[in-house]
């Protein structure tokens, strides 16, 4: 057993951004409190996680821990974005078919979808498999409602029948389908991709939002100050951060540090309109203000597990330091037990970075936000990845100035 780091945060403010995910932040304030509690007892510390507050209308939380015999505060804060989420989803049915064609007309057309599939099938299954899925599903209403009405002898009401049935089928589908989630993945899909890319405004509003949240902290004595992405909410943090490097708002002296966790940054990236995105990918390689390291795993499917998103995004600076790509590797660090409760819930898999690990490696959730250690103070001094792809297939090579 490794001997413990010495503290070197008493004091850390956390900034959560999620992916696109509907739940409110109590949600993800009660996984924390629950898989937090579990890990400790595994792993032999405490953790005292507070109910969730707000401040100034930011959702918030604290936790306090006892790690190694060393005690930390750590105040949690969220980007909400949960209620855009929430709208973009709360449509007519055909306006996710119409989505649908939109994405594809986006990356098909653009030639992403190819170069993001050679870049890393297994991610691309979980984007393409609702373009099957739910015509499937619409020619199984349609089936049936033929059916239903050729026992109905009104023969010049055939096809309204059968087509009513159809959507009331297809209807009932969106609002049960609790597990393969094919329209939700339409939806996460379209609300990049039907800018091409580009941060959608109302979006972009939410960051200005934690950039200023962000800054006035720099002016509080925090150890840390750690942003935390999670899948989509990945590439917000890169280009928050990278804007604020940009602006000369954060310097080295701030202790601030990204980490990232699932991320799909090329699903992003490789869209033809993706400038700001490139751009701060490409200065977030280079700097040496903010300290990244991203975690993945080859076991989750939704991600792009072990790809530099920096490199293998744009042509990345020679002085390139950072990310350090690291994995979560679910394979060895969940039980074949565990592993077997989470079955092919890909989705839940997917969320697996944020809860406890009953055989836990290098990486913990919990013990990096809410422990004594700096971000790389953990990491630094690894190697990434032994598997760790850094192959460029992007076509688009512009960036927003």
């Known amino acids: 057993m490794e001997e413990p780091i010495a503290q070197d945060v008493k004091k850390r403010l956390v900034f959560y951004i999620p992916g696109f995910d509907p739940m409110p932040p109590n949600r993800y304030r009660e996984g924390y409190h629950d898989e937090g509690k579990k890990q400790a007892k595994i792993s032999g510390y405490e953790l005292d996680v507070n109910r969730i507050s707000s401040l100034n209308k930011t959702p918030r939380f604290e936790v306090n821990s006892t790690i190694d015999g060393a005690s930390t505060h750590t105040e949690f804060r969220f980007l909400t ?7 973009t989803m709360n449509v007519p049915i055909w306006k996710s078919w119409l989505a649908m064609f939109k994405i594809g007309r986006v990356v098909a057309g ?14 691309n299954i979980t984007g393409l498999y609702p373009f099957f899925l739910i015509p499937l599903q619409l020619l199984m209403g349609l089936l049936l409602g033929l059916l239903v009405a050729a026992i109905i002898p009104l023969p010049m009401f055939k096809w309204p029948i059968a087509i009513a049935v159809m959507l009331a089928i297809a209807i009932w589908w969106r609002k049960n389908d609790g597990k393969l989630l094919p329209y939700y993945v339409v939806h996460d899909l379209d ?3 039907q800018s091409g890319g580009y941060t959608p405004p109302t979006l ?5 939002d934690l950039k200023s949240q962000i800054v006035d902290a720099c002016e509080n004595k925090h150890d840390e100050i750690l942003i935390v992405g999670h899948s989509s909410g990945a590439h917000m943090g890169v280009i928050i951060l990278a804007e ?13 540090a990204l980490l990232t966790l699932g991320q799909a940054i090329p699903m992003v990236s490789y869209l033809p309109k993706a400038h700001d995105l490139r751009l701060a990918l490409f200065e977030m ?9 991203d975690f993945t795993a080859p076991s989750d499917g939704v991600c ?3 790809k530099d998103p920096v490199s293998c995004s744009v042509d990345a600076p020679k002085e390139q330091k950072y990310p350090r790509i690291l994995s979560a590797a679910f394979s060895n660090t969940l039980s074949p037990q565990y592993t077997k409760r989470l079955g092919h819930r890909y989705f839940r898999i997917h969320f697996q970075y944020l809860c406890h690990f009953d055989r836990p490696g290098i990486y913990d959730y919990f013990a990096i936000t809410s422990g004594p250690n700096r971000l790389w103070t953990r990491y630094g ?10 192959k460029n297939l992007n076509k688009f090579k512009d960036m927003a100035t």
């Not at 972009?204 to 200005?208: E, T």
């Not at 604020?244 to 601030?256: A, F, G, N, Q, T």
């Not at 390689?285 to 390291?293: A, F, I």
């Open 191 to 193: 609300y990049f991709t």
């Open 204 to 208: 972009r509003l939410r960051f200005d």
């Open 381 to 390: 001094h690894l190697a990434n990845s032994p598997s760790t792809t850094r």
């Open 244 to 256: 604020l490097i940009r602006e000369r708002k954060i310097s080295r002296k701030d202790k601030i």
């Open 304 to 306: 792009f597990a072990l």
């Open 110 to 123: 653009s030639g992403a979808l190819r170069r993001l599939i050679k870049l890393h099938f297994p991610a």
């Open 285 to 293: 390689g280079k700097q040496d203000v903010v300290d990244w390291v």
């Open 81 to 87: 974005w949960n209620d855009l989420v929430h709208t």
